[in-house]
């Protein structure tokens, strides 16, 4: 029987128990709980310095009133990071190739934005919908298309994310599979296939990081405009 490439998306069953929310909550248990002592150890404190630097660069052009979702959007970060990259060991399964899951965390999180730019400053929020100096035959054109655009926002995010991934395994499984069946029949080509595959993983390996900082670093772009 065939097995199609796709398979490795569909969410993995076992005994009728989905083990998605396995894989969603593994993360959390790889990292190293922080200590009340003075002097950490190495692990702890490289973490602790990813995170200051990650948060200090995200909360950099927010002002005061957008720091308070500093936690929210660094633990945003370190969980795609991590779901990602588990996603690229063998016999794995990546959450985040899921467009219901990452539609999940992209509208209530850009809702949350807009809600808090309607509530805070509801000209300026409003006032994103139509231009400065826009002329009168088209301000109706413009409102429709600028609404449009605000609502595409979260869709834009989950499939950014989706589509970047599910083409990145999808890719490696074909050059995996080309590989393998050319081993026996040119082990020349088979070498050099091999060869594209390890430079393809590792370049894999970059977009899972930049996926997940891109998806967080627009989610504090949405907020900007709102605080």
């Known amino acids: 029987m065939m097995v199609s490439f796709f398979d490795q998306f569909a969410s993995p069953f076992y005994l009728g128990i989905p083990l998605i929310a396995i894989a969603i909550t593994l993360p959390w248990m790889l990292f190293p709980t922080p200590t009340s002592k ?7 404190t490289i973490q ?26 660094a633990s945003l970060m370190i969980f795609l990071i991590t779901i990602n990259m588990l996603g690229l060991l063998p016999y794995t399964f990546t959450p985040t190739t899921q467009l219901s899951l990452n539609m999940a965390f992209a509208v209530p999180l850009w809702l949350a934005t807009v809600i808090i730019g309607m509530r805070n400053q509801p000209t300026i929020a409003l006032g994103h919908l139509l231009p400065e100096g826009t002329p009168i035959p088209l301000i109706p054109v413009l409102i429709i298309i600028e609404t449009i655009s605000l609502f595409i926002r979260p869709i834009a995010l ?10 990145g395994h999808l890719l490696i499984q074909l050059i995996a599979t080309a590989a393998y069946v050319m081993a026996s029949i040119m082990p020349v080509v088979a070498f050099l296939t091999a060869t594209v595959l390890f430079l393809l993983t590792l370049l894999e390996v970059a977009v899972a990081m930049i996926q997940a900082y891109v998806f967080v670093l627009l989610l504090s772009l ?6």
Not at 59 to 73: D, I
Not at 158 to 167: K, P
Not at 222 to 227: A, F, K, P, S, T
Request: hydrophobic content about 50%; charged content about 10%; overall charge positive.
């Open 38 to 44: 003075w002097v950490n150890n190495r692990l702890i």
């Open 48 to 73: 602790n310095w990813f995170i200051n630097q990650f948060t200090s660069q995200l909360m950099l052009p927010l002002n005061v009133g957008g720091h308070k979702w500093a936690l929210l959007l």
């Open 158 to 167: 989950g499939v950014r994310l989706t589509a970047n991934l599910t083409a």
């Open 222 to 227: 949405y907020l900007q405009e709102n605080v």
